[in-house]
């Protein structure tokens, strides 16, 4: 269960990414999105995920440092003490009451298990799009984009981006299986500091095979571009 949470974790906070060979509009919608996000040199925040599912709630809270659109590290003090560090391709799992480490590279589980690479930074939610064909419309004040994938994929049969016009902003995010159900949706909230948009908070619905579950995903005490040092990005 831990495994798939973590999964659908990463999916609501899909990393930045480059676009090429794309529809004029669309792409000149995603670089004003891009704009953005790519103030954003570095960030620090306290994250607080309450989980409800079946009538049981579950906290847990950890610490998030960013850098750039490659280098992560998580961590998780409750329920399990817990890091987590990518930087690049490369993912150090450590378990902090037992010590067990382990490196993982993410390139060879990808290439073996079909998965896409969403990223691991939650200043930019438009990682997935690299791997889709992509449609935009307009409805209302927002921006619909809607991608299916470019390959056929066993997780994935669509996912749907609104945008809110005005401030170019990923305001939610559905995602669907290839059967047309829904998996997943998120709405997130900003905040402004330093005169840039930062994430605040996503409000998630993830269904598992265990049932739906709601997902809060609260960002405090946020700070960026203040400078965060290489080494707390080590894998090794």
Known sequence: MGKKLAVLLILLLMGSTVWAALDPAIEDLLGKIKSNQSQIKDMSADILTIMKSGGKQMEQKGKIWIKGDNKSRMESSTPVNTVTVVNGDKRLLINQDTGERLVQDMKKLREKTGEMDFGNSPTDQTKA?????????????????????????????????????????????????????????????????????????????????????????SFNNVKINEGISDNQFKVD
């Open 129 to 217: 799009l690299e791997y889709f064909n992509l449609k935009l419309r307009q409805e209302g004040q927002n921006y619909i984009i809607e991608g299916t994938p470019k390959k056929p994929n066993i997780m994935l049969g669509k996912v749907i981006f609104e945008i809110e016009e005005a401030r170019h902003l990923p305001v939610k995010i559905s995602i669907y299986n290839p059967k047309g159900a829904l998996v997943s949706s998120s709405t997130i909230e900003y905040q402004k500091i330093k005169n840039i948009w930062v994430i605040k908070e996503n409000k998630a619905m993830v269904k598992t095979p265990q049932g739906s579950m709601n997902l809060t995903m």
